[in-house]
């Protein structure tokens, strides 16, 4: 266990390194940078820009230098000082932007998953085991509805019956007044008053997805010698399901942890655009457009490391549940 | 049928006209097994064999009504009688029922052919046996996994209480099915269905499960039903033999009389193919049975050998031959025996 660890925590560190590469020379593809990008627009609006401002900028960020050059500069600031850079934009350092969007993302991203997986797999599973019946064609029909709906326009409908029916507003994550307070039981409360919807919307499409996989799973084990072996014992039906097909279905989706993060994150930005929420996704679209290298780095960057440790943890959860991979290279 | 016999020999479980139908939304119903009559009693072996697809398995999971549940018993009774306790039919009881559940594991277990998919791959084989166990004698984990422990020592798994953790994935085939035997046996039933349980393994290994098998029903004194489709096993294991061929038992008794004097037609064809070891001289050629078995949707109405027997006559297409008795608790459906037909001499 311990060299599957140390084996695995090796190669994350080499995979996240190159991750940053691979990231930073995405934000580095278009023409251009950020301050060429700054000049145009001000000289749009008839100002003239400080030449020697822009050198300076130019300089401190090496903008212009070699690749590998403006590279290291950022990885060793990361690395040794957490310092992500500078946002042109928002004129502020970069580690001040995104840990609150970021945890924002994560946390609402998270509890979408958590309410699909509680929402799918009691019915994925019921569905296989009463297949064919009414509630199993229900579940189907709704799945594929919420797996067809797209997810802005779901919220767009959302907000209104929210705005017809209760005459409240669904958008943001806070009411003004707890945006910036500190965390508290009424800001738990507001949080949840407003995050429900978003959750709502984020959870439909995987939830249709996920009872897809479950139900597929369950009825390949389901037909497997040792279910019959399990019954012949004499424990109940539901015992039988749960402790042995249930089981060893779940494996496949345990694997799918590790990229539910990163696909959360990317699918939601227009839902976050449409409700007005505060997470990561509408910042990195935003500042990919007006070229905010810095802050687009950073974010595609901490994507990936999300995406390693999410797979760390679904391997380790993998190895916990499933003998076969746990004692595999024995 | 054979009078009352008294308490000892009392039939265990008694299985009288049995039919089985498969329904399908889109095809008519298939009926599997059509006329099945058997008789276990305590401490006997009894083996059903015939062709894949006779209907040998599906009666066999009928007892234990582990049937698909689009399979129905639409016919017949299954009477299982556990000493000192009433008769119950079976073929009455609801699957998921509390009664059939007390029975299952407890009264009547069963083995399956596949050692490695019979057996949960993400559980050890110990914690496989500890929770029947604990399931029917409601004795405490670590109770329960002392006697799983002495079990697999019974059934001559070395090193009992390591093998106890380890998963079926680390077992040779051989020691899975011991595992899989030492889980049947472990609420010391009185009824053991082993459904063709050494057709996956290699031949000394099934060699030694048969010795253990018979070793442990001596110990155990348990009735056993046995099925195969190797008449070689039937000969080692069996006191009792019952010939399936597509959904009919056609002929049952004795293992000695059946295969000295088989009275129905497709049992003398059945051991006339069977190759022997003889001197080239007296080498004879093996007489196959001719045709193919047909599906159960083209079954004629009457005996279902008829389009492959050689003595076939008027009666055989269109009407069922009653159970005939033709020696001491040896009995066939066969027209031959009941009606004077030209070959009938030329068949005794």
Known sequence: MLRFLTGRLFSMVVTIWAVSFVAFAIIQLPPGDYLTTY?????????????????????????????????????????????????????????????????????????????????????????????????????????????????FLFALVLMYLGYVWFGTTLGGLFSPEFENARWSLPRIWDFFSHAWAPIVVLATAGTAQLIRIMRANLLDELKKPYVTTARSKGLPEWKVILKYPVRVALNPLVSTIGWLLPTLVSSSVIVSVVMNLPTAGPMLLRSLTSQDMYLAGAIIMLLGVLTVIGTLISDLILAWIDPRIRYGGN | MTPLTPMADRPLLTIEDVEIAFSSPDEADIVAVRQVDLTLTPGKTLCLVGESGCGKSVTARAVLRLLDHNATISRGRILFTPPGEETVDIATLKPDSLAMRKIRGNKVSMIFQEPMSSLSPVHTIGDQIDEMIILHEGLKPKQARERTVSLLDQVGIPGPRERADAYPFQLSGGLRQRAMIAMALACTPNLLIADEPTTALDVTTQAQILDLLKKLQDD??????????????????????????????????????????????????????????????????????KGTVPSAKDRPEGCAFTSRCPYAFEPCAGIRPERTRVGEGHTARCHLLTQNAPVAEAMA
Do not use: C
């Not at chain 1, 050059?69 to 950022?74: A, D, E, L, M, R």
């Not at chain 1, 997986?117 to 019946?133: E, H, T």
């Open chain 1, 39 to 151: 000049l145009a627009t001000i000289s749009a609006q008839g100002e003239r820009a400080d030449p020697r401002a822009i050198e300076a900028l130019r300089q401190q960020y090496g903008l212009g230098q070699p690749y590998l050059v403006q590279y290291w500069k950022w990885i060793t600031g990361i690395v040794l000082h957490g310092d992500f850079g500078r946002s042109f934009e928002w004129n502020a350092p970069v580690t001040e932007l995104i840990w609150g969007r970021l945890g924002n993302s994560i946390l609402l991203e998270g509890l979408a998953v958590v309410v699909m997986w509680f929402v799918a797999l009691p019915i994925g599973v019921y569905a296989a085991v009463r297949k064919y019946s009414l509630g199993d064609y229900l579940a189907t029909i709704f799945g594929f509805l919420g797996l067809a709906v797209p997810n």
């Open chain 2, 220 to 289: 155990y004194g348990m009735a056993m039903l046995f099925i195969t489709h190797d008449l070689g096993v039937v000969a080692e294991i069996a006191d009792d033999v019952a010939v399936m061929y597509l959904g009919d038992v056609v002929e049952q008794g004795n293992v000695f009389d059946v295969f000295r004097a088989p009275r129905h037609p497709y049992t003398q064809a059945l051991l006339r193919s069977i190759p022997t070891m003889a001197r080239k001289a007296d080498r004879q050629r093996l007489s196959p049975i």
